[in-house]
Structure formats: structure tokens, C-alpha cells
């Protein structure tokens, strides 16, 4: 296992090193740059030059970008330009709250995804697979931000059960934050639920439909065995591939859900960063979301090759 | 029954009695799967259920199971074992049945074991599964994993406890089956049912999967009811022989009886289909006229009348009983009206062909070039060890041959022998590693797109598969025009269509065939489609890799003789890969042994197989299955 993930390395590293470049790259594409934000709209000719220089965007793309990459690697953000403070704080800041939302919406999408794709694929009643087969339709065809409005309605407003929105923290009063994390969690996981949960429908039908099901079957094992102990760990290793490149659709997701729910995570940042051509604030965090997510698909490989046999051998 | 059963003979342990099964098609019409079956399977006794794709055979297995798929359901008889009507019992009852008193083995090794689980679980699996009715003992974990390692032991598997926590991708096929048979008997059943449990494994592994069950039905008592289609492996290892044709039983009797002098005409029929290793090279095969009957239309009179040389109007109109043929009815029985009748003797003779080709053939041509020559070909293809160094797989290595027009060469192996890679070589597929490829003398080694265009109209192929090599998207007529418009000169839609017409009549189909998608035709007729696409750019030099293996025994001579006639007519050279060895020795002119890459053998098709020299050959032609065990004087 040690040496599969050891090579899977290299090509990870390579992502990176590509990503850092699109980033940077997208950013000086943006029209307006740093400077003439910061100098504001009535600013000289002059002053822009000036901040230009101060900030070191006069000097060619290739030198700006080594300098980044080399103070990243000294684990040096730097200040930010725009929003204030030293970005490795104002990171350091929103990085808990937003990994938590989308950690939560991740458990809250295996459960869910996995409850619909085993009901849907092995339910002997009709009803029920019909229910799962709308449920996952609705769950997709509606957007976050209609769902998040519409959970907040009943759960927050006319039930009043949930907190409509904000966050208390985890560590300082752990039942209290669940309550404030279920509904923004609950509104990030409902489409990435679906999604899985058809896919582990198909995937579970899929395993059914195989003879060694058939020689399992032959062979007395009860219905209930057959379906965890011989057809999941068969129909597992693509839904577990799809997970982890769902944990990434989560990540961007999140910046969305917490405009709604009023979640003090890194989307707020983003955005500001990114109105004010706040290139530290948004490379920097760019960079990050594109790491976890390699990290992440990483984590998927490890754990298919875990989960499938063949994998390892090749 | 009023028939007194002898005092010898036990009760039966199995019974079935007019059983019926009826599958819902997806227009919701209704097929007849089988059809009032009898079936009686005593303790300790090996029976054969025999019969084609669409006899029903596997169904009745199932069905016994009760394990059909899901749009089919018993729909009248009962299966009893001992006194319970299995018909009659509950999700949980039948659990209790299945893999403790009934045990099932299944055709295809390589997919009938979880690919994800050892080889120790699944058999612990198994051993849980009746822990609790059937052996106390097995409700420990490490009895179960003891018990596991003995049946290891017992199907031959070497290094059991070790080999325990392997995975199924670390067997081979044959090794795959023999844990599937360990698998079946772990609770000690008192039946074994084995659909076509050596179909998909080389001779002779065959051969020691069929040895295995022997010993182990002497050995344990387990009563072997075994499903297949090969007549040789019936002679081989069972006393009773249950012929099955259109879903219902046509003849039932002691395999040395129904074997030496079949009574009804389509077993007649059947037997004479089977190419026999003995027969020498050129003679004639023998197929049984037309197609299995359209299960989902009704049957009237007897399924087999439309094909039956000796079948009159009565036949027609009124179903024949499986009824006793003199003696006792235990003895032997047979549905048919005119049981052993006249016409039926007659069928089973060979029409050996009028010119004998092997013998004339390369005494004529060996003085030209030879259309096809090819010299120490090699293809190896990439992998990588363990410790990732470069363990490169060589598929076909230094293989010379040569091929004159007119000529059959006939390539035998083993699966992973290299035949299959060397006819992709052959047809161009992709290209060679090393060695030299030439055609009517020039070399087209490494051809130009430009010449690889036209090389490839020069070689065309025949696939396996003739359900899986044709688009069912496509009608017959678009597959076989496809080459046509590819090679150019039929752009006018009415030539290609009269073009089409023409290669259809030359295959035996009707022109207005063209019209209809792979799915109306029958496999055999499927194989004549994916013939006329290959005949459609006029090749010489045709290369069939393994033509006949998906097809039926009384369909596969429908083909080859097809094949032989269209060489003839045409002057094609054709490249005859196969694993059965008594087809290709009538099929070929010589024949080249092929095992690990190399042609370890090569001759005239009668001189390879009567006086071999290489004993790897010998192995081969000994382990080929004959109907008949000795058919003295044939």
C-alpha cells in the first residue's frame, strides 16, 4: 500500500505546480489590476505607477510568480494587498469554519447517498424505489441557494428548530454548533447526495446482475449478507471515486452555502479578495482549495486500491 | 408412472415431474422455456442433461433452485427432494436447501467468484451460511477456516493454507473452478448440480475438472446431475443421459445406450454433428438441417418436426409422450413417433467431400511463392513486475508460417497459447515486433496507411463471437456494405445493395435479409452475416479465429462446411484458429500446433494427429473428448 501511494506522488505534485501557474495566470487576466484597485478611481497616472512598483507588479510575470512560489515555500503569504492583515491569517481564519462545512456535508452525503442507493436498488417494493428515484431527481434539479432558502423557511422560521443561520464554533460548544451546522451542511450535501446515491444504485443493481452473486446466492447466504458482505464492497470502489471528486464540488460549493447561511468561512474572503484584485489573498487560497482537493483524490486512491484487491497488483 | 421400479434401485432422492417454466419476454408475450421435464436423480448417480443453447437445460437447473431470473417463473409441475416440494417452500426454507443439501456449480470460473473478497472468505461465507441448521461445529471461525483449508485439500488446490487468503485474480480458470466445486460441497450436499462446469476451461484442464468430479462423487455419494453440451464429456463421467431439445426431454436413457444407438433423431442428429478427432482431414461435417424452434411461439406436435428427416404429418400435429421404449421405463425412454424410424440411421453417415484437398493440395503449390509467408514473428506486450522492472509478456514469439491460395492452415492451442495475437498480426491488427510479414512476396511488415488500406481488403477476418461482433444498431445489410464503401467503387446505392444481395445469397441467407438487425438472426445465421462482411472486399487470405466456438454443435458444421465450400469456390487461403482439435483436423489442409508463443508442432492435418510427434500434441489429442469411447469400426 505504502509504495501504491508513493506513486502516486509524482503525478499529484505535477497537478500542483500546473495549478499554481493556471491560478496566477487567471488572476493577471482579470481586467484591472491590483493597483489600480487599491489607488481607487481618482487616482493619477503617477500614483498608480508608484504602487505598481511598491508592490512589484511592474516586474515581469515570470519574476512575480517565482517570488510568490518561493515565499510560499518558505511558508511566507505575505500581507495582503487590499483586505488588510496578513494572509496566512485571514486563511488561518475561515480555513476551520469552511473545512468543517464541507467535512459535515461530505459525511452528511455518504449517509444520505448511501441510504438512497441501497433502498433504491434493493427494495422489493415499487413504491419505494419510485420514492428514492424522485427524491434523487428533485435533490439535483433544485440549486443550493433555492434549498438553503427553502430549508431555512421551514426548519429555522416555521418550525423554528434550526438557527437560520451563523456559526458559534466547534470547539467552544460542540452541541450547539452541530445545530448551527446541520442546515448549511444539509443544503451543500442534498445535490452531491443525489448523485451518489444514483450512482450506488446503478452501480449496487450492476453487482446483482454478476454470477458471483448468482454462486453466493446458490450457496444459501441470506439476502441481507449477500447485499453487504458480497455486492457493496463490488459496487463501492467507483462510488468511492465519485465521492472524492464530489469533496471538490463541496469545497467551491461552500463559498456559495455561506453567503446564505451567514457561515463566517472562506467564501467571504474570496470575494472580497477578488474584488479588490487582492492577488495574495486569492492565489493563496485558490492554491489551497486546489491542494485539498488533490489531497483528497489521493485519500480516494488509497482507499479504492484498499477496497479492490486487483488495483494493488497492477 | 405404474412402471414397477427394480428392488436394486434406490428411491429417488431428486424428483421432477412435469415441470414447466415460462419466461416474460420484453413485449410481455410469453416463452415456453421448458416444458413438462421428468427428471429422476438417485443417490450417488451421475446424470447428463444434454442439450443446445435454447434447450432449456440450464433453466431446469435453475429451476430446481428455484433460482430463475427475475421475469421467470415456475409454472406448473414439482421438483421434490426427498419429500419436499421445493415448488412450495418459502425465501427462508429455500435457504436452507440451497448450498446444504442442493450444491450448484457454474459455468464461467473467471466471473463466478467475488473479485474482491480471499478465496478463505468466500468459503467461510458458505460455511456461515448453514452454520446454523447443518454443522454446529461451523459457528467457530476457526473450525470454519479448518474446514475451508480441508476442501482445498480434497479439490487439489496446492499450498491450501496459505492460498486461503489469496484473492480469485491469483488463480488460474481451471484452479477458479476447482475452489467454486470446493465452494459447492463445503455443507456436503446430497446433489451437485454442474452447468456446464468445463465449458469455458482449455481440454485439459477439462479433463481434470471432469477427473475431480468422478472421484469426488465415488468418494462423498454426492449425486452429480451435470449440464452440458458436449456428448464426449457425458461419455466420459455419467451412467444416464437425459437428451433435451426445444425445452422439453426427447430421449432419457443409460448413457452407453442413448450414445451407441440413439433412438430419436435429433440425439441421431447431435451425435453425428460432433467432429470426431478420428476422422480424417476433408470429411464432410455433418449438421442437422435448420434452426432450434422460436420458444416464444407455440409449439404444436414435435419441436424438432421442422428438422426431422423422418417427421410426417402426425408429427406435426400431435406431441410424441416420453414414453418407454421397449424394456422397462426406467431403462429408456424416448418422445417420438416413429422412435429409431427410418431416416435416422441414414443421417448420422458422412458425405465425405468429393475432392479430397488435403492430399492434392500441397503437392501442387509448393513450387510458387506462397501468398501468405511470415518469419519469426514477435509481439510482446508491456507489464511490469512486482518490484516494477520490465517483465514484458511475449505473446507470439518467432512464429514462421507459410499459406498457399487455396489452402487451410489450422493453428491449435490453449487459451494464452498466442493464436488469437498472431491473427491479429495476421489481418494487421497491430503491427509485429520483429520478424518479416509478406504477401504474394512483398514485404507489408510495417505497410503505409496507404497500403495498409488495401492490405487489409487482401486479409480479412472472421470474429469469435457473432453476437457480440455485429452492431445492433446496424441492419445486416449496412454491416456487410460497411467494407464495401470503405474500399470505394459502390458508392451507387443500388450496386451495393445488389452487391449485398449477392454475398448474402453466397452465405446461404435470403437477400431480404438485409433489411433486419442482428437481433432476428440465430447465432449460426449471425456467423454467415460476419462471413459475408469479410468475403464483401473480395479477400484472399481469410483469418477466422475460432468461428464456431459460441456456436451450436449442430449449427458449427453448418459454417465450417460453409467455409470449406466458399474456399473452394473462391480460391480462398484460410487460417483456421481453433481449440477443438477435431474440427480443425477436418477442417485443415496442415495444422500448427501452437503453446506459449511458439508453434511447437506443425504437419499435415493426418499425419499430426495420428502419428504425433511432439508429446505436448500428444496431450492435446488425448485430452479431446470422443461421444463414443470406442467407436471400433466407424
Known sequence: MGRYLLKRIPSALVVLVIASVVVFGILRLVPGDAATALAGPDASEESVAAIRRQLGLDQALAVQYVHWIGDLLRGDLGPSYAVGGEVADLIGEGFGATVELTLGALLLTIAIGLALGVLGATSRRRSVRGVVQALTTGALAVPPFVTGVLLVLVLAVGFAVLPSGGRVGLFEAPDLELQYLLLPALCLALPSAAVVGRYLKDSLQQAFSEDYIRTATAAGVSRRRLLWRHALPNALPPVVTLIGMQTGQLLGGAVLVEAIFAWPGLGQLAETGLTARDYPVVQDLLLLLVTVFVLVQLLTDVVHAWLDPRIRWE | ?634
Open chain 2, 1 to 634: 408412472m405404474t412402471a414397477t421400479t427394480p428392488a436394486s434401485l434406490e428411491p429417488a432422492l431428486l424428483e421432477v415431474r412435469g415441470l414447466g417454466v415460462d419466461f416474460t419476454a420484453p413485449d410481455g408475450s410469453p416463452v415456453h422455456g421448458v416444458r413438462g421435464v421428468d427428471l429422476t436423480l438417485r443417490r450417488g448417480e451421475t446424470v447428463a442433461v444434454v442439450g443446445e443453447s435454447g434447450s432449456g437445460k440450464s433453466t431446469t437447473a435453475l429451476a430446481l433452485m428455484r433460482m430463475l431470473p427475475g421475469n421467470g417463473r415456475i409454472v406448473s409441475g414439482s421438483v421434490r427432494l426427498d419429500r419436499t416440494d421445493l415448488t412450495t417452500l418459502g425465501e427462508d426454507e429455500l435457504r436452507t436447501v440451497r448450498g446444504a443439501r442442493i450444491g450448484m456449480i457454474f459455468q464461467d470460473p473467471m466471473t463466478s467468484l467475488n473479485p474482491v473478497l480471499t478465496i478463505g472468505r468466500q468459503l467461510d461465507e458458505v460455511l456461515r451460511a448453514h452454520a446454523r441448521e447443518h454443522d454446529a461445529g461451523h459457528r467457530d471461525r476457526r473450525a470454519r477456516r479448518r474446514r475451508a483449508q480441508e476442501l482445498l485439500e480434497l479439490v487439489g488446490i496446492p499450498d491450501p493454507a496459505r492460498r486461503l487468503d489469496d484473492h480469485p485474480h491469483q488463480f488460474s480458470g481451471g484452479q477458479r473452478q476447482r475452489i467454486l466445486i470446493a465452494m459447492a460441497l463445503a455443507n456436503e450436499p446430497d446433489v451437485l448440480i454442474a452447468d456446464e462446469p468445463t465449458t469455458a476451461l482449455d481440454a485439459t484442464v477439462q479433463e481434470q475438472i471432469l477427473q475431480l468430479l468422478a472421484e469426488l462423487n465415488e468418494k462423498t455419494g454426492t449425486a452429480l446431475l451435470l449440464i452440458t453440451h458436449n456428448l464426449g464429456v457425458v461419455a466420459r463421467s455419467c451412467d444416464r443421459v437425459l437428451v433435451m431439445y426445444g425445452g422439453t426431454v426427447v430421449e432419457d436413457g443409460a448413457t452407453a445406450d442413448v450414445l451407441g444407438s440413439p433412438r430419436h433423431p435429433y440425439s441421431a442428429g447431435l451425435l453425428a454433428a460432433v467432429p470426431r478427432l478420428s476422422s480424417p482431414s476433408g470429411t464432410r461435417l455433418y449438421g442437422i438441417p435448420g434452426s432450434p424452434p422460436d420458444l416464444s411461439l407455440p409449439v404444436v406436435g414435435c419441436a424438432f418436426a421442422a428438422r426431422c428427416p423422418s417427421a410426417d404429418a402426425e408429427c406435426g400435429t400431435v406431441p410424441p409422450p416420453l414414453v418407454a421404449d421397449g424394456g422397462a421405463a426406467d431403462v429408456r425412454r424416448v418422445a417420438c413417433h416413429h422412435p429409431g424410424g427410418s431416416g435416422v440411421t441414414e443421417v448420422p453417415r458422412r458425405v465425405p467431400s468429393e475432392v479430397p484437398v488435403g492430399a492434392a493440395r500441397t503437392d501442387t503449390v509448393d513450387g510458387g511463392a506462397p501468398l501468405l509467408e511470415a518469419t519469426g514473428l514477435r509481439k510482446e506486450f508491456g507489464r511490469r513486475a512486482r518490484g516494477g522492472r520490465r517483465d514484458p509478456l511475449v505473446a507470439v514469439d518467432g512464429v514462421d508460417l507459410r499459406l498457399d491460395a487455396g489452402e487451410t492452415l489450422g493453428i491449435v492451442g490453449e487459451s494464452g497459447s498466442g493464436k488469437s495475437t498472431l491473427a491479429r498480426i495476421l489481418v494487421h491488427a497491430h503491427p509485429a515486433d520483429a520478424g518479416v510479414l509478406k504477401l504474394r512476396g512483398s514485404d507489408v511488415t510495417r505497410p503505409s496507411r496507404a497500403a495498409l488500406r488495401a492490405l487489409r481488403q487482401e486479409v480479412q477476418m472472421v470474429f469469435q463471437d457473432p453476437y457480440a461482433s455485429l452492431n445492433p444498431r446496424m441492419t445486416a445489410g449496412r454491416i456487410i456494405a460497411e467494407p464495401l464503401l470503405a474500399r470505394g467503387g459502390f458508392e451507387d446505392r443500388a450496386a451495393r445493395r445488389r452487391r449485398v444481395g449477392e454475398l448474402l445469397t453466397q452465405v446461404g441467407l435470403d437477400p431480404s435479409a438485409a433489411d433486419r438487425r442482428p437481433r432476428a438472426f440465430s447465432g449460426g445465421q449471425r456467423q454467415r452475416i460476419g462471413i459475408a462482411r469479410a468475403l464483401a472486399p473480395e479477400p484472399s487470405v481469410l483469418v477466422c479465429d475460432e468461428p464456431v466456438a459460441a456456436l451450436d454443435v449442430s449449427v458449427q458444421a453448418q459454417i465450417i462446411n460453409l467455409l470449406t465450400d466458399l474456399q473452394r469456390e473462391l480460391g480462398l487461403a484460410l487460417v483456421f484458429i481453433a481449440h477443438d482439435l477435431a474440427v480443425v483436423r477436418q477442417v485443415s489442409h496442415r495444422i500448427a500446433v501452437m503453446r506459449h508463443g511458439r508453434f511447437v508442432e506443425t504437419g499435415r492435418a493426418d499425419d499430426l494427429c495420428d502419428s504425433p510427434r511432439e508429446p505436448y500434441t500428444r496431450a492435446l489429442l488425448a485430452a479431446a473428448p470422443e461421444p463414443v469411447r470406442v467407436p471400433a469400426a466407424a
